[in-house]
């Protein structure tokens, strides 16, 4: 059997004493977590072991001796250190010592109630710091992971826990006056930082008002007000509104004074602040740029002339409709109607922009203040502004599809009538059925007359569909970046590229020493999560809008004019 004794490095210049760990039997593993120098009191030191097994629930207790060759010539400490092996009874009692001049140590083991008291001994070395802040991550795919590579991972997961719930032992340094002096990780001292220590005092009050503040915007949100026409419609329609929702539900887990309970959620309230804080980062500085040399002023005075240009584009687009479009024949009353119809609504349209022209400016300089509550909320708001401002295009898509429709579904319904079907409403099937002759008569006169007036429809409902179509990538092109910053896990990303080893994915091991008759010396490295898998794994959820249909659905819906809503929210009934 071969037993594998995890060393931490930054113990290797220790003091001689003996070494405290927890002995994993199932794995014939040692992980060892301090040396313990001398002078001590045994008792003492059980006591102490006792308190922090009581603390850490980690059965931690003496493993063996730890030997130090210039200590050893000087105090001759060798005999002495083979008898605690029968003060502290561990079995195997393991016995870790320099040899001569190298800087690597040898390990040994020794049983009393054993017929092989030596046996095979791995040293493997490993950074005790790094173990201890790093979070092992399991295999990304556990169905298709073998049984070795879970059990690998269960093995593995067992030694960074024991490591992680010991830091209590790692409270007490060097300069402590307690009887019982450690080398560990943190002997020189704990880590610390006074600005962190301020900060974290700060934020108690800090999130004692936010708190305070959220509740009450959430109260204002959930009362009756916001139930009522045209207010609730406002609310579940306008992108803006679903964003300040979102935000609104981020900053409330910020806030909560609950304590994350696991690394995920510690992870997550991170994610989310660096996400908030880039945010209104960025919406700060877009609203400093449009602030800046009347920029403002500039964009109301070229937003009139866009939307006039727009105008007389989609005028002169219904003018070469109206006419033989390509050359090809329509019906003129029907394209007569249908033009003058679309000509008509264009017209009400201009004089609706200019009427709001010399409000255009103040509504815009409003508009940029919210800008300061991120720039997801000011890339919202400009699509909220692009749908305002497409709203007649969108009118004559609804018109174009809701007559080519009409007219689809009077076709499929004439062509049962000659082949005697008719489709069964309740049964939701089509039936065969007799008709009498005048009833042939006048199915035949209108599905003439729908036939030959489909073309003429179908091409005003093509032009309009398109131009609907452009307006709802530009739409969804915007959705995307604010659902890439909603959802970008940005504080862990960093952390992968700051500290890598802070998200483990598994470890590797290299060889430090091998010879014949000698322990295997290997070091323990940690294997970083790949950024792909950082983002697959904290990846934040988000309201954001998605297509709803497949292509394929999306095909059949356009060919038979139903109305698309290929970005909608999700959880959200399409109307």
Request: hydrophobic share 45%; net charge positive.
């Amino acid at each position: 059997m071969v037993l594998k004794v995890f060393f931490p490095s930054c113990c290797s210049s220790a003091e001689s004493g003996i070494l405290v760990g927890r002995w994993l039997s199932e794995q014939s593993s040692a992980v060892i977590l301090a040396v313990v120098h001398f002078p001590f009191i045994p008792f003492q030191v059980k006591q102490y072991l006792s308190e922090v097994q009581r603390v850490t629930k980690i059965s931690v207790s003496v493993l063996g001796s730890w030997s130090n060759s210039k200590q050893e010539k000087e105090e001759n400490l060798s005999k002495f250190l083979e008898d605690l092996g029968t003060i502290f009874s561990h079995e195997p009692w393991i016995q870790i010592s320099k040899e001569g001049d190298s800087k690597f140590w040898s390990c040994s083991t020794f049983q009393k109630h054993s017929n092989n008291p030596k046996e095979e001994v791995i040293l493997i070395y490993y950074d005790q710091r790094k173990v201890m802040l790093s979070h092992l991550h399991p295999p990304f795919d556990t169905a298709t992971s073998t049984d070795h590579e879970t059990d690998d991972a269960s093995k593995l997961s067992a030694i960074f826990h024991t490591v992680a719930k010991s830091k209590i032992l790692f409270m007490t340094d060097r300069y402590d006056d307690g009887p019982i002096k450690l080398t560990h990780w943190q002997s020189d001292g704990a880590e610390a930082s006074i600005i962190v220590e301020l900060m974290k005092q700060a934020s108690v009050p800090a999130c004692m008002l936010l708190t305070f503040l959220l509740s009450l915007v959430s109260g204002i949100c959930r009362s009756r007000v916001l139930k009522f026409w045209p207010l609730s419609f406002l609310w579940r329609k306008l992108s803006t509104c679903e964003q300040l929702g979102h935000r609104l539900q981020h900053l409330q887990v910020i806030s909560s004074n609950k304590k994350a309970q696991t690394q995920t959620q510690l992870m997550r309230k991170a994610n989310i602040f660096v996400s908030l804080l880039i945010d209104v980062a960025l919406g700060i500085l877009l609203m400093s740029w449009l602030y800046r040399k009347n920029r403002i002023g500039h964009l109301a005075d070229t937003l009139i002339p866009v939307a006039d240009h727009v105008a007389e584009e989609l005028q002169d687009l219904l003018q070469w409709l109206m006419g033989a479009p390509a050359g090809l024949k329509m019906n003129r009353a029907l394209d007569q109607v249908l033009g003058r119809f679309f000509l008509y609504h264009i017209h009400l349209w201009i004089s609706y922009i200019h009427l709001m022209s010399p409000f255009i400016e103040k509504i815009l300089w409003y508009v940029g203040l919210s800008a300061c509550l991120g720039l997801t909320v000011a890339l919202c708001i400009l699509s909220d502004i692009i749908a305002l401002l497409t709203f007649h295009i969108y009118c004559f898509y609804v018109y174009g599809a809701r007559l080519y429709c009409l007219k689809i579904y009077g076709l499929s319904s004439l062509w049962r009538l000659f082949r005697g079907k008719k489709w069964n409403v309740l049964r939701q099937r089509v039936d065969s059925c007799s008709y009498d002759l005048d009833q042939l008569f006048i199915g035949t006169l209108l599905f003439t007359i729908l036939l030959f007036l489909l073309p003429t429809t179908a091409l005003y409902y093509l032009v309009f569909t398109l131009l609907r179509l452009l307006v709802v990538i530009v739409q969804g092109l915007i959705h995307l970046l604010v659902d890439l910053i909603d959802s970008l896990p940005l504080y862990s990303i960093l952390l992968r590229l700051c500290r890598s080893y802070r998200l483990a994915a598994g470890v590797k091991f290299r060889v430090l020493e091998q010879q014949d008759g000698k322990p295997l010396r290997l070091l323990m490295q940690i294997n970083p999560l790949s950024y792909g898998r950082v983002v697959q794994t904290y990846r934040l959820p988000t309201y954001s809008c998605y297509p709803k249909d497949s292509w394929t659905s999306l095909c059949k819906k356009l060919f038979l004019g139903e109305l698309i809503y290929p970005w909608k929210h999700k959880g959200e009934k399409q109307d």
